[in-house]
T-cell receptor
């Protein structure tokens, strides 16, 4: 049973560029959440996708956008990259059961912005 | 705003010592509580969770946590740590209604000396 997978593993971009990160949820899961984990910090919620729609959003600017596909996989897009966007981006999947959700995390994509 | 505090940022113990990691949250409503662990080079893994019922929750690898509602706490414990417990531990909380996001603490780095 495959867990949550993410690609790429590492990415280096320059300021102003755009980046797309990808996530495949755990088998049987239909909900994907994205988190940003800066160095020395805990993960911070970016947004969650369910039924191909953004269900909830954290305190991140509109430069951060996402998409969920019919097969439940998801993309995170970040436009106009800033140095401060350098972080580990985590994808978490769950079964969309609301309060009974348990989120399972992928290995993350390490983004470095130069 | 909802927040999670982990008071111990770095903990160093010898093998067989007892462990207690503190976690306090700042929300007065009904919550779900989690402890995640991140071993070196690995992704976040669920250690244990509390949704309702018995406030003493047992997780994997001999860990347990106690939910004390009056203290807004969910401390993690293990009676005898092993070298393999060296990892970073994150406490997370989510409200039972009105949100899908997890709020994480900043993490506690545990080093167990052999």
């Amino acid at each position: 049973d495959a867990g949550v997978t993410q690609s790429p593993t590492h990415l280096i971009k320059t300021r102003g560029q755009q980046v797309t990160l990808r996530c495949s949820p755990k088998s049987g899961h239909d909900t994907v959440s994205w988190y940003q984990q800066a160095l020395g910090q805990g993960p911070q919620f970016i947004f969650q996708y369910y039924e191909e729609e953004e269900r909830q959003r954290g305190n991140f600017p509109d430069r951060f956008s996402g998409h969920q596909f019919p097969n439940y996989s998801s993309e995170l897009n970040v436009n106009a990259l800033l140095l401060g966007d350098s972080a580990l981006y985590l994808c978490a999947s769950s079964k969309g059961q609301g309060v009974l959700d348990t989120q399972y995390f992928g290995p993350g994509t390490r983004l470095t912005v130069l | 705003a909802q927040s999670v505090s982990q008071h111990n940022h770095h903990v160093i113990l010898s093998e067989a010592a007892s462990l207690e990691l503190g976690c306090n949250y700042s929300y007065g409503g009904t919550v779900n509580l989690f402890w995640y662990v991140q071993y070196p080079g690995q992704h976040l893994q669920l250690l244990l969770k509390y949704f309702s019922g018995d406030p003493l929750v047992k997780g994997i690898k001999g860990f347990e946590a106690e939910f004390i509602k009056s203290k807004f706490s969910f401390n993690l414990r293990k009676p005898s740590v092993q070298w393999s417990d060296t990892a970073e531990y994150f406490c997370a909380v989510t409200r039972v209604s009105g949100t899908y996001k997890y709020i994480f603490g900043t993490g506690t780095r545990l080093k167990v000396l052999a």
